[in-house]
């Protein structure tokens, strides 16, 4: 009813305004909105695009699983052991499985974690990025792990990229979501400083042993993980004697 005021209304505003054809096309254009559906007519558009507003994938966990892991926290050295939690690499936090459900600990209040391999059952050994000196640059963000231990240990950190949506409609490239992508980055210590590794002549590091490691890593695939690890472990393990 209110409908049929409505436009009652605007046909007699029309008929002082317009000439005689500018009435009729007036009132063929209100009968066919108020007899089309809203949209029905959107497909004859060939310039019509879907919206689509960018969502953000990519994995921001450390690992894809909660793993058993012991927390030594700043707090007078608190342990906190057989919790099961995973690191959230974006916010610098630990997820916690709680009889309560998840919790969160801040990674600002721990000094080092050990968490258990759920499937390899081999322990991982974390330790806080702010407590290394890293050549007079403000303190690391985040957790760094241990993966040769001696006179120059080697250490691996996980960082997180943001890449933004760059879809181009008009020539329908690019990607229309945001993600997160990981980024792995070596650092070894030396002198008590540490360092990010180079990524090419690694064994120019090792000072008066460079010859004898370059002879080593001649065998080796330095750009594999299990590699690095063992011409850090030959370093350390003779350098010890």
């Given at each position: 009813?209110?409908?049929?005021?409505?436009?009652?209304?605007?046909?007699?505003?029309?008929?002082?305004?317009?000439?005689?054809?500018?009435?009729?096309?007036?009132?063929?254009?209100?009968?066919?909105?108020?007899?089309?559906?809203?949209?029905?007519?959107?497909?004859?558009?060939?310039?019509?695009?879907?919206?689509?507003?960018?969502?953000?994938?990519?994995?921001?966990?450390?690992?894809?699983?909660?793993?058993?892991?012991?927390?030594?926290?700043?707090?007078?050295?608190?342990?906190?052991?057989?919790?099961?939690?995973?690191?959230?690499?974006?916010?610098?936090?630990?997820?916690?499985?709680?009889?309560?459900?998840?919790?969160?600990?801040?990674?600002?209040?721990?000094k080092?974690?050990?968490?258990?391999?759920?499937?390899?059952?081999?322990?991982?050994?974390?330790?806080?990025?702010?407590?290394?000196?890293?050549?007079?640059?403000?303190?690391?963000?985040?957790?760094?792990?241990?993966?040769?231990?001696?006179?120059?240990?080697?250490?691996?950190?996980?960082?997180?990229e943001?890449?933004p949506?760059?879809?181009?409609?008009?020539?329908?490239?690019?990607?229309?979501?945001?993600?997160?992508?990981?980024?792995?980055?070596?650092?070894?210590?030396?002198?008590?400083e540490?360092?990010k590794?180079?990524?090419?002549?690694?064994?120019?590091?090792?000072?008066?042993?460079?010859?004898?490691?370059?002879?080593?890593?001649?065998?080796?695939?330095?750009?594999?993980?299990?590699?690095?690890?063992?011409?850090?472990?030959?370093?350390?393990?003779?350098?010890?004697?």
């Amino acid at each position: 009813m209110k409908k049929s005021i409505c436009m009652s209304a605007l046909l007699a505003i029309s008929l002082n305004a317009f000439s005689q054809d500018d009435f009729l096309h007036t009132r063929y254009v209100l009968e066919r909105l108020s007899s089309t559906p809203v949209g029905s007519n959107s497909s004859s558009i060939p310039a019509l695009e879907i919206r689509h507003d960018p969502i953000t994938s990519g994995d921001i966990f450390l690992t894809p699983h909660f793993q058993q892991s012991t927390f030594t926290l700043y707090k007078s050295g608190q342990v906190k052991e057989s919790l099961y939690a995973k690191f959230d690499i974006k916010t610098n936090n630990f997820d916690v499985m709680t009889q309560q459900g998840i919790r969160v600990l801040s990674g600002d209040m721990v000094k080092s974690v050990v968490w258990i391999d759920s499937l390899a059952k081999v322990p991982h050994f974390l330790f806080n990025g702010k407590d290394f000196k890293f050549n007079s640059r403000p303190p690391l963000a985040g957790f760094l792990e241990l993966l040769s231990q001696g006179s120059m240990p080697l250490m691996k950190k996980v960082d997180l990229e943001f890449i933004p949506a760059n879809f181009n409609p008009a020539l329908n490239v690019g990607s229309k979501d945001h993600k997160y992508i990981k980024k792995i980055v070596y650092y070894y210590i030396e002198k008590g400083e540490i360092k990010k590794l180079p990524k090419k002549h690694i064994p120019s590091i090792f000072g008066s042993k460079q010859t004898e490691l370059e002879e080593f890593g001649k065998s080796l695939q330095l750009k594999k993980e299990s590699e690095l690890i063992k011409l850090f472990d030959y370093y350390n393990s003779t350098s010890a004697k």
